[in-house]
Each structure stands twice: as C-alpha cells, then as structure tokens.
C-alpha cells in the first residue's frame, strides 16, 4: 500500500483488460455491452421497425424522384403537343361539268357593257342555233358558236336601217270648218270625201278603209280631226335595201330570231309581236370569247397564260393552228374535248369542259388521273349511279406521309382505290386513303407514350411527372404556411394566456367554423370570374388552403405549450433571464416538434386530396399546368371514362398511393415519437 | 349544465356572425355577378324606362350593396333574422323553397350512409382491437388508410365505370330512370334508391375509415386498462370482458364523437351529390357557388355553420352527460 502508484495500476489494468475480454468475464455495466442510442437514433430505430411506415417511406421517396428527377430524364414536356401520321379516308378531290361559261376579252379595244356581260351566262345556255344577237343600252352585241361550247361575243355601234310591222303614220288633218282635209305629206285620192263620210256618220271617232288602207281618226281640237293610217309594211329609216335584205329580214321575224346576218352585215331585231326595227352592226369587233372548258395540261403543274388559252379558243373555229408564247401550236378535236400540242407534235393540254381538282387547292393531279376521273365521271352519269370506285396508281406515301422516290428522282407509285360519290349538286367528291398529320390524340400506351397520349395530344406519363411536382409543391408550401401560422399563434396563445389566448382561440373557433370546401369552391369561382392566370391560380389556391388550415395546427401547439409550460425547465429558463421570444421559440417549440412534424406529415396528404378535388372539379390548377386532378378531370365524361381508362386509373392510383404513403409515416412516425400516444 | 350551455350558445352566436361575415366578404367581391347580369337584362327589356346604369343601382339597393361590405352585411344581417332569406338568384324560386326541394334528399342519403358507416366500422375497429398486431388488426388498418386516402372523385370514378360502364347495374348519374314517370309510386321509390346506391356506397368507402381508426384506439385504450385487468384477472370469460366491460367504456368516446356528427347529416355532401347528380343541398350549393347566387350560398353556409357549432356544442353536453367523470366548465 505504501508504495501505491497510480500510474502502474492503470497500466496494469491495460495489460489486463484484452485478458478479461477473452476471458468473457463481462460485467453489467461495462460499457461495450450496454449499448446506449440518442433519441433520434431511438426514433429510427423503431420507425423502421414498422413495416408500413417502410413501406409508405420508401413510396414516398419514388414519388419524389418520380415528379422531380423523372421529367429530367423523360424525353418530353407537359406542355409538348404530339402529332402523327395516319392514313385517313379524305376527301382527294372532285370531278365536275363546268355548267357556267366564263368569259376571256378578246380585244383591248372592244368591250361588252356589264349587263350584257352578266346575262351573257344564260344567253349562251339558251341558244338554240349558231348566233345569237343582242341589244343592248349602247351597243349591240352578236354571239357567234365558234365551235361546243366556244362562244365569241362581238360588238358594235348601232344604226337603225328599217321598222317592220304595224305602226301608225299621220296622214293628215281634216277640219270641220273648211271640210277641208290637209295632207302631212303627199296627197292621197279620195281620202278627203271618205273622211268627210266617216266623220258624218260617227263624229266622235273610228276607222275607215279606202283602197285595203285602214285610216283611223280622232277628235282634236278646234272642230278637226287628226287622220292616220296604219300599216303593216316594211318602212326604211334611210335609204332602201334590195329584196333579198327584206327576205332575210322577214324570214328572221318571222322566226323569232333576234338578228340575223345579210350580205356581210349583221342585223339585230329588237321590239315587241307587232312590230320589228332592224339595227345593222356598223363596225363588229371581237369583244370576248366565252368557253365552258377548262384546262389541264400534260405536265403537272404546268401554267397556261391567259393570252394562250385565248388563242386556242378561238382557233376552234378554223383549222386549229394558232400562236401564242412566241410557239406555233395546234389544236384538234378529240373525243371529250380539244387537245393542244405543240410544233413537235407532242401534247401540251386538254380543253375539257369537265373540271378536275384536288380539294386541297393545289394541282397536283395528273393528267392520266384526271382523264380517268372525269371518264369514270361521265360512266356514272350515263349509268345514273351514285357511287363508283376506280383504281389508280398514285404517288406513294410512306408513314410520315412524304412522297417516296425512286433512284432516278421520280415519284413512286401505288395503286389507290379512289370513291367516286355524286353529291347532291352534282358534283363527283373523291375519297380515298391518304396519310395526313394529325394531333395525337387519346392514343394507347406504346413504347413512345408508356401511358398514352391525352385529349390535347400530352403525354400522360409527362403530365402525371409534372402534375406531381405541382400536387407535392402545393402539398408542401400548404403544409409549411398552415405550420408556421399555427405555431405562432399558438405559440403566442399558449404563452401568454389571458386576453391573447382568449381572441386567439375565438379566431381559432372562427377558423374551424368555417366550411372548408364550399370556400375553396367559391374562391375558384371568383378566380374563374377575374380571369386569372394559372400560375397566379396556384398561388392564390395554395395561401387560400394554408390560411384555412392553420387552426388545428394552432390548437394543438397551444395544448402542448400549456402542460410544458408548467414543467421546471421552463421554470429555469424563467429563472435564468431569457427573452421571451426564445423561451416561446428556442425552448417551447422544439419540444412540440415531434406533434409538429406528425401533424405536417399527415396534413400533407390531406392537402394534395384537396388539391385534386378542386382541380377535378375545375376551380383549382388550370389547364396546360398539369396536375393530378386536372389530368383526371379531362377524361370524366362518360365516354371517355370508359374508352380511355389508361389514363385516369394510374393517375388515381398514384393520388391514393401517395395519400396513403404519407398517413403511413406519419402514423409511423408519432408511434415511433411516442409508443404510448393515444392515436 | 345550464349555465355551461347559454354560454356556449352565446359564443356560437358570436362566432356565427364572423364566420358569416368572412363569407359576406368572399361574395361581395364576386365580380360581374348576377345584380349586373340582370339590371343589364331588365334595362335591354322593350319599354325599360330606366338605363342599365340606374337599373344597377336599384338592384344594388335593393340587395343592401351599396352600402359597402359592412352596411351591406348588416342589411343581409337584418333580413335573416327576421327570416327573410330572399329569392335564389339561380334557381329563381325563394332560398327555403331550394332548401325544402334538396334537403330531404340529402338528408336520406346521409342518413342511410351513417348507418351503414356505424354498422360497419365499428365491430371492425372492435375486432381490430381484440386481436392486436395480428393479421386481421394489419388488414383493418391497411384498409381503413386507404379508404381515408382516397379522393372522393376517384372513389365515385372507380364505381361508376365498374358498375356503370362495364355492369351497367346502374344509371352514370341523376335522379331518376329514363320511365321514371311511367313507374307506380312504389317503383319510382324503388327507382330513386337505385339512383342512390352508388352514392351511398361512396360516402360509406370515404368515410368509415376515420371511424374504424376511432373505434381500434379508444378500443385498445380501454383494454388496456386496469378494470380489464381485474376482470380477467377473476375469470369473467373473454367474451363477457369484451362486450360488457370493454365495450361500454369505448361507447362514451364513440357516442361522444357520432353525436357530435348529427347535425352533419343534413349539411349534404357537396362533391359526392355534385359527380353523381343527386338533387340535394349540396349539389344545389355547388351550382349557386359557381353561378355567385349570393342569397343561397349565405343561406346555405350559414345553415352549414350552424351545424357545425351545433355539432360541437352536441359532442361536448354529450361527453358530460355520458361519462360523469367529467365535468363541464
């Protein structure tokens, strides 16, 4: 004992201790054998001994990479519209008999006044032979058939040449006073005594013959009467023509024909049954050619001026040949119209009266196609059939719809059927399969759209990443905003007690008073009426939401303060001299954290269940912004509950799923807290 | 008892009249509503002898809007108190004629669902309780989250397309059948049942989880007491234990809790009656709300508070009244 030394028996005791372990000889307090955990180890500890909360841990932390680590990997965006190629029944083209005749000027000189021009369309359908002659307000104008359904209009300056018909002449007055009868002009025999007869037997008026004229008198003034005769001969305005002239012109009138043509001249007739006058054409000029036909040339796509298609309706009438564009072309009847070829002799267009055109506008229709468009056309109007199918080759389309081309550049092609329908005016509407570049809509799950593609042409596993980014973020921000409020007043309720406590749990009162829903729906009412923009929606909903949330969270921070409150340590810190504020935040509120963090994590849930049943109903997050309510609400018709069900079923499961992960840790986590807790 | 409950009324009263003033607030501010829709269809009228301009102020003193919020929410105050609701802006008839027409039938199908939640959650919290941490105590409350989980629309959604659309068991929504009129008064009784069945079948998923959860803790808490103890410790069979001494002890919460929802039963259940058609209090709401017809919405959220307060003043006088361990303050 004497020589007791402190360091040797420490050392002695190192050297043992290795001994004593292998031995096995462990003591109850030894260090090594009683294992001692912090609390927050502890909390763990028995939070993962929980097989649920696991469970709804390890969901949660998929959902958060899902919604916020998936879209950076995902290819597409929520707002990326999605189109394809699909072959589709479209309306190719039509087939139609030009009914109407349009008009080409002729001339730079001669032109055909407006009213003319508008009846000419009738004019023309109404034309029984070669020509046909109209008067106009100024001019007079001759229709010449030039060859079917070619027309020349031709017009001139007017001058009356004779009258044909009966037309009354003044002869003469007959006065009572003299007896006397004065002649206008030269005298006739005997009319003088026959007036006098006449005018004795019936004095106020009538008619009498003399030599097979007809003479008629009526009372003037002054005791006369004015004598006229009428006649039904033919009276020339200026100098007389020969008989042939008046041949021509009685044959004409007869006819009903409205001119005719005599010795080189063209004559119109215009007036009523009775009486005819003649107008000769003083100086006929070409004016407008009117056609029915329409080209088509050889070539797709080749043009065809004006001036060209002028010239080959007016070599109609002669031997075919005519120039234009600096080339010398001709012309030839074949069967169903005029083809035009050119000096080499090779085809350039068709004159058709049939028009043939794609319903897009351009013309790319090919001769060929046209030619049997418009033969299978006339088959079904002879047949009388409202429907036909013909078979062509048209230019291959692959599936994004371009057109395939072989080595050589050249299109290929394949044959297509086309359906011919007439429709109700007529025309022949071709259908056939083509494929075109639509929205993508409601597709099925594929490869490219796992989920499918929604009703604006989204895609849905897209719209579900995004919309969970949304539905977490509102969940989140909610959550923190309903937290902090509730903790400050009831922090400060708790507190302080007295008048404080008092108006704050009346607020409180007010606050779980008021009915949750009918407000939110009445502010997305109110939102909807001032036109708000999504993103202004989103803020406005989640302060709305946090601020009719903070209540509880106040209610239970007040509880807890209260039985805190009394404990000795808050008695020490009273004791010690600290402020205020940090005896409420630095020594209060971190022992109500563990009720904070249950609470937050369960209400979290309960806010995204919120937040999807407004934007369900459409008074939450608006449409592009996605989110998981929104998603569902565009498929809730009935019909597209049904046939799109691949889009609002996962959506669904994923709110319950994350619902559900969430009530899970929270359960998990207060029963970790605190294993006694009244749940 | 007495003095505890005047004072709780007074209170109620005073919350009452915030509560509904935040909610004044809320519909004053609706813009273009339906004062300027109709003074704009009263001034366009053949022979309106007043322009649009004075036609709006007319109404607006008529409905107490011109005199700012608080003049105008003391006018709606005043009439309201003597009962005079005033005439729905959407539906065109007076607000209590819209309540008598809708809450009968809101009222039948919160009724029957209550029942059913009773029936059900209740031995199953039981039963939960009863055997602990096996698997049937597992399955109840794996259940019991996710009917607590589930989005109301989607529980509705889920129902109609397996017995709507695929079964076609059931009408998608409504009221009545397509020969409604042509049933006898029976089968039109019959009809309409049918029309509820989907609805109620969704109230009852929704809202008997929270229920079952109630049921298992307060359950668990009494078995856990020391009289339970006792009881077995004397040999009282399993079963007396269970249904006498265990059972009645977990009613006072239960009771407590289920009373405190009475009330609710008529405040209608607006998301369930609006995706399903049902013509209740709630779907009637639901259109005022979107249509700012202010009479309604006031009526109908001051009726919904009133409730409210009544279902708490219920629960709390029921508490003391049940278990005489308690008294009130």
């Known amino acids: 004992m004497s020589n007791y030394n402190l360091n040797e028996v420490l050392k002695r005791r190192k050297a043992e201790a290795p001994q004593k372990n292998s031995n096995g000889d462990v003591k109850l307090d030894d260090l090594s054998r009683v294992k001692v955990l912090s609390p927050g180890r502890q909390v763990f500890k028995r939070f993962i001994r929980n097989r649920l909360a696991v469970f709804g841990s390890v969901m949660l932390i998929l959902m958060f990479l899902f919604s916020f680590l998936g879209p950076l990997f995902y290819p597409y965006g929520q707002k990326q519209i999605f189109y394809k190629y699909e072959p589709r029944n479209v309306d190719y083209g039509m087939v139609k008999e030009n009914t109407?005749?349009?008009?080409?000027?002729?001339?730079?000189?001669?032109?055909?006044?407006?009213?003319?021009?508008?009846?000419?369309?009738?004019?023309?359908?109404?034309?029984?032979?070669?020509?046909?002659?109209?008067?106009?307000?100024?001019?007079?104008?001759?229709?010449?058939?030039?060859?079917?359904?070619?027309?020349?209009?031709?017009?001139?300056?007017m001058e009356a040449v004779c009258e044909l018909g009966e037309s009354q002449v003044s002869v003469g007055t007959y006065s009572l006073v003299g007896k006397k009868l004065t002649f206008d002009g030269e005298a006739v025999e005997g009319l003088e005594a026959a007036a006098a007869d006449a005018i004795a037997k019936n004095a106020k008026g009538g008619s009498f013959e003399l030599d097979g004229v007809t003479y008629t008198y009526a009372r003037g003034k002054a005791k006369s009467y004015a004598i006229s005769a009428t006649s039904d001969g033919l009276r020339y305005v200026g100098e007389a023509l020969d008989a042939g002239f008046e041949a021509a012109l009685n044959a004409a009138a007869e006819g009903g024909a409205s001119g005719f043509e005599y010795d080189g001249a063209a004559y119109v007739l215009t007036g009523d049954e009775d009486s005819v006058t003649a107008l000769r054409m003083t100086d006929p000029q070409p004016a407008r050619v009117y056609s029915r036909l329409t080209v088509s040339t050889y070539e797709v796509g080749q043009e065809v001026s004006d001036e060209m298609l002028r010239q080959a309706l007016l070599a109609t009438a002669g031997d075919g040949a005519f120039e234009a564009e600096g080339q010398s072309w001709t012309l030839a009847a074949e069967e169903g119209g005029w083809v035009v070829r050119g000096a080499d002799g090779a085809e350039f267009m068709e004159l058709t009266p049939f028009s043939v055109r794609r319903y897009n506008g351009d013309d790319t229709m090919e001769y060929g196609l046209k030619k049997a468009l418009t033969e299978k056309a006339l088959e079904m109007a002879a047949a009388d059939a409202r429907e036909g199918v013909i078979t062509y080759d048209l230019p291959m389309q692959t599936e994004t719809g371009e057109y395939v081309t072989d080595e050589a550049g050249n299109v290929s092609c394949q044959e297509t059927e086309l359906k011919l329908t007439r429709s109700q005016t007529g025309e022949y509407v071709v259908n056939c399969e083509q494929v075109i570049y639509v929205i993508n809509m409601f597709d099925a799950p594929s490869r490219q759209h796992p989920l499918g593609t929604d009703g604006d042409g989204f895609d849905v596993l897209a719209r579900i990443m995004y919309g969970g980014r949304v539905s977490l973020m509102v969940g989140f921000v909610v959550v923190f905003l309903e937290t902090f409020l509730g903790v400050i007043m009831g922090g400060l309720s708790g507190y302080y007690g007295g008048w404080v406590d008092m108006l704050i749990m009346r607020l409180v009162d007010i606050f779980y008073c008021l009915p949750y829903m009918p407000i939110m729906i009445i502010i997305g009412a109110l939102m909807d009426a001032l036109r708000m923009d999504t993103y202004i929606r989103l803020i406005v909903m989640m302060a709305a939401l946090g601020i009719m949330g903070w209540a509880s969270v106040a209610r239970l921070v007040r509880g807890q303060i209260l039985t805190l409150r009394e404990q000795e340590f808050m008695v020490a810190t009273e004791a010690t001299g600290i402020r205020v504020r940090d005896r409420i935040f630095h020594h209060l509120v971190p022992n109500i954290m563990p009720q904070l963090i249950v609470q937050?994590?369960?209400?979290?849930?309960?806010?995204?269940?919120?937040?999807?049943?407004?934007?369900?109903?459409?008074?939450?997050?608006?449409?592009?912004?996605?989110?998981?309510?929104?998603?569902?609400?565009?498929?809730?018709?009935?019909?597209?509950?049904?046939?799109?069900?691949?889009?609002?079923?996962?959506?669904?499961?994923?709110?319950?799923?994350?619902?559900?992960?969430?009530?899970?840790?929270?359960?998990?986590?207060?029963?970790?807290?605190?294993?006694?807790?009244?749940? | 008892m007495l003095k505890y409950t005047v004072k709780r009324l007074a209170y109620s009263v005073l919350i009452l009249f915030f509560v509904m003033f935040i909610i004044y607030v809320l519909m004053y501010n609706m813009p273009s509503g339906y004062v300027e829709t109709k003074a704009r269809e009263l001034a366009s009228r053949p022979g309106a002898t007043k322009s649009y301009a004075e036609w709006l102020a007319d109404l607006n003193a008529q409905y107490g809007m011109d005199k700012g919020v608080v003049g105008g929410y003391f006018v709606w105050l005043g009439n309201a108190v003597r009962g005079n609701w005033g005439d729905s802006w959407a539906w065109?008839?007076?607000?209590?004629?819209?309540?008598?027409?809708?809450?009968?039938?809101?009222?039948?199908?919160?009724?029957?669902?209550?029942?059913?939640?009773?029936?059900?959650?209740?031995?199953?919290?039981?039963?939960?309780?009863?055997?602990?941490?096996?698997?049937?105590?597992?399955?109840?409350?794996?259940?019991?989250?996710?009917?607590?989980?589930?989005?109301?629309?989607?529980?509705?959604?889920?129902?109609?397309?397996?017995?709507?659309?695929?079964?076609?068991?059931?009408?998608?929504?409504?009221?009545?059948?397509?020969?409604?009129?042509?049933?006898?008064?029976?089968?039109?009784?019959?009809?309409?049942?049918?029309?509820?069945?989907?609805?109620?079948?969704?109230?009852?998923?929704?809202?008997?989880?929270?229920?079952?959860?109630?049921?298992?803790?307060?359950?668990?808490?009494?078995?856990?007491?020391?009289?339970?103890?006792?009881?077995?410790?004397?040999?009282?069979?399993?079963?007396?234990?269970?249904?006498?001494?265990?059972?009645?002890?977990?009613?006072?919460?239960?009771?407590?809790?289920?009373?405190?929802?009475?009330?609710?039963?008529?405040?209608?259940?607006?998301?369930?009656?609006?995706?399903?058609?049902?013509?209740?209090?709630?779907?009637?709401?639901?259109?005022?709300?979107?249509?700012?017809?202010?009479?309604?919405?006031?009526?109908?959220?001051?009726f919904i508070s009133i409730l409210t307060l009544l279902g708490n003043l219920i629960s709390d006088l029921l508490y003391a009244a049940v278990d005489p361990r308690v008294r009130l303050s």
């Open chain 1, 100 to 157: 109407a005749y349009t008009g080409l000027d002729v001339s730079d000189g001669a032109r055909i006044e407006r009213s003319v021009n508008n009846k000419m369309n009738s004019i023309i359908k109404g034309m029984a032979g070669e020509d046909d002659y109209i008067m106009g307000e100024e001019q007079g104008y001759r229709v010449h058939r030039l060859a079917e359904d070619v027309y020349l209009a031709s017009a001139s300056e």
């Open chain 1, 600 to 679: 937050a994590t369960m209400g979290m849930g309960g806010v995204i269940l919120t937040e999807s049943t407004l934007s369900f109903l459409g008074l939450g997050v608006k449409h592009p912004l996605a989110t998981w309510g929104t998603i569902i609400n565009s498929v809730s018709s009935a019909s597209a509950m049904q046939h799109y069900a691949f889009i609002w079923i996962p959506v669904g499961l994923l709110i319950c799923v994350t619902v559900i992960a969430f009530n899970f840790v929270g359960d998990g986590l207060r029963d970790a807290y605190d294993p006694k807790a009244k749940r």
């Open chain 2, 92 to 302: 065109t008839i007076p607000v209590t004629q819209v309540f008598h027409n809708t809450v009968w039938y809101s009222f039948a199908l919160g009724f029957v669902s209550f029942i059913f939640e009773v029936m059900i959650a209740i031995p199953l919290g039981i039963v939960a309780a009863r055997k602990q941490y096996s698997f049937t105590d597992y399955f109840t409350t794996v259940v019991a989250m996710v009917c607590i989980s589930m989005p109301t629309f989607f529980v509705a959604t889920v129902l109609k397309y397996v017995f709507s659309v695929k079964l076609g068991w059931f009408d998608l929504s409504g009221m009545q059948g397509r020969n409604y009129m042509a049933l006898s008064d029976f089968g039109k009784f019959l009809d309409v049942a049918r029309h509820f069945v989907l609805p109620l079948v969704t109230l009852v998923i929704i809202s008997i989880g929270g229920l079952m959860r109630y049921t298992r803790t307060n359950m668990l808490e009494v078995l856990s007491a020391d009289y339970i103890r006792t009881a077995r410790a004397k040999g009282v069979p399993e079963k007396t234990v269970i249904n006498r001494h265990a059972f009645r002890n977990t009613f006072i919460p239960l009771v407590t809790m289920l009373g405190g929802t009475l009330p609710g039963l008529f405040s209608g259940a607006l998301i369930t009656e609006t995706l399903f058609s049902i013509r209740g209090i709630g779907y009637a709401s639901y259109t005022s709300m979107t249509q700012a017809d202010i009479p309604f919405i006031m009526f109908y959220l001051a």
